[in-house]
């Protein structure tokens, strides 16, 4: 008899671990190979998005072996990666209209080519077709000094107007120049607002002033517009600096240092003093000019 019960009880067992373990097994998860990753940049006034997979190394070698040179790539893993732009940009001087597309790329070891395709449904290259190519570029890689893990797909060096867009992995890196609208929105602006009596501020002449310099535009212009900007609203700390930083872009460094010296009086007496010693670190400078 009680051979008999332990044989039942293992048939039983036997029983629930056949229907069971299945369902038991498929709720174990783990976390993928190569996790999702989505970045949003804001650029100008243009937002760029990308979507990708990032696969790590795990000791292999990656170019010229597990992606092989001079065949297209997905660039990632998995779904096909896709970027967006909200606005009309340049890539590498290229125009390129807002929207998405999937980016795809050809590694040589001299040379890259780098695909936009206008198909962003797309699992790697299953159902990829060159005719739906919308830019097709050349790039020369770098070769970097240090390890790059895990595949990575940024924009950096990000300017008012322009930025880079870099992808790198293993010890290989690629960049493009990506252009944006943002300096002819601006300078429109700049324009018309100016041409509006109503609106010349003290504070708009000095933001005019100050766009023209940190993008190297007409120095003249932009010392006017400052000049201006301190005759409306009188001699403010920030108005009396950013004229001292023209005064040095123009290479008048007894200049810029007198109206640094003038700048950091009224700093110290707002009991700004960070300020003050920003102005410090450039007097510093110019002195040694």
Known sequence: MIMKNIKLKWIAFFLIALFITPEFYAQIKV???SPKSTLVQRVGFTDIT???SRPSLRGRVVFGELVPYNQTWRTGANEATVISFSDPITLNGISVPRGYYSLFTVPGEKEWEVILNENIFLTGL????????FLRLKVKPDYLTYHVETLTIDIGEITQTTATLMISWEN???KLKIGTNADTRIMNEIASTLDDP????GNIYYSSAAYYLENHKDLDKAMEWVDKAIEINGQEATYLFLKARIYGELGLYNKSIDSAKKAQKLAFAANNSSFAEVVEKHIGKWKKM
Do not use: F, H
Not at 126 to 133: A, V
């Open 31 to 33: 976390p993928p190979l």
């Open 50 to 52: 990308i979507n990708y």
């Open 126 to 133: 299953n159902g990829y077709n060159e005719s739906e190519d």
């Open 172 to 174: 290989t890196m690629i």
């Open 198 to 201: 109503l609106s010349k501020m």
